[in-house]
């Protein structure tokens, strides 16, 4: 049985920052709408962590009882290493994705945004979809489609709408620069398995571009997601804020360009969730100071 401590390492904790950096992003995009609503924030981010807890628990599920797991680099897997049995894995998904669906009810209904329960529906399929199922998608190349769809705009501007009841060109364009960020952290996910993803038949992204390609789009994702903020410098100069993350930005991906080993690639994750916190409150930062 595993121990509080593996369900906490199971959890993959290092990745919540990919999902709390949306939130922010919309948060502070409706304090610049005059629509800052703390509760509903609130709210947002507690639907957001628990939807990536349920989707990395699904993922150790689904690739555990596949075999994915079985040879792998990084961080523990419940299902593939045999802590944890993978009935009480795929229970754990289910009661994470379950709260965070409550979560989500309680947003709509305060905001009055019905239509969201269409977009958290999809959400939770596209959750539980990724690996799990007779087809996963993240199986086909589709995961970082997805990936961007959901931790970008979904998820950051539907923080902005529940809270201001519109959203903006800040919000909009942090809302795909974020999504790039979070794609960047699973193409560096993904570069590190390449080999054992094809063996097992996964062909991620990272697979279909090759291992040169793949890294090389890392560096390409995290420079985009700059250059994205700088049609907004002449009504918010603030957002030059976001360029002290350059030299952050640097060691990862010097580190995606030129580890040679897969473990090398493991800090990579981390300093990518960083990275795209430290955009968001950066940007938060800059949405404020343009306000005052």
Known sequence: MATVGQWIEGARLRTLPMA????????????????????????????ALL?????NYANDYS???????????????????GAARPRDVKMAAFAALGLAMLAGLALVVLSQAWWLLLVGAGAVLAAWGYTGGKNPYGYLGL?????????????TLGTTFTQAGQVSTAAVLGSVATGLIAVALLMANNVRDIPT??????????VRLGDRKARLSYVVMLGLALALM???????????????????MLMPSWLMLQ?????????????????NLGFSVLFAAAMVLTGL
């Open 51 to 55: 939807m990536q807890v349920g989707v």
């Open 259 to 275: 580890g040679k080993q897969r473990k090398s690639l493991i800090p990579v994750l981390k300093q990518t969730g960083l990275l």
């Open 230 to 248: 700088m049609p907004l410098v002449p009504a918010k100069p603030w957002i030059l804020l976001v360029l002290l993350l350059i030299p952050f």
């Open 197 to 206: 993803d094809r063996e097992v038949g996964k062909r991620t992204l990272a």
């Open 20 to 47: 709390i950096a949306p939130v922010i992003i919309g948060t502070s995009a409706a304090y610049d709408l005059h629509g800052l609503h703390w509760g509903r924030a609130v709210l947002a981010a507690l639907v």
């Open 63 to 81: 690739d555990g009882i596949r075999g994915t797991d079985e040879v792998r680099v990084g961080p523990l897997r419940l299902v593939g290493s």
């Open 143 to 155: 995961g970082d489609v997805f990936v961007f769809v959901f931790f970008g705009p979904v998820a």
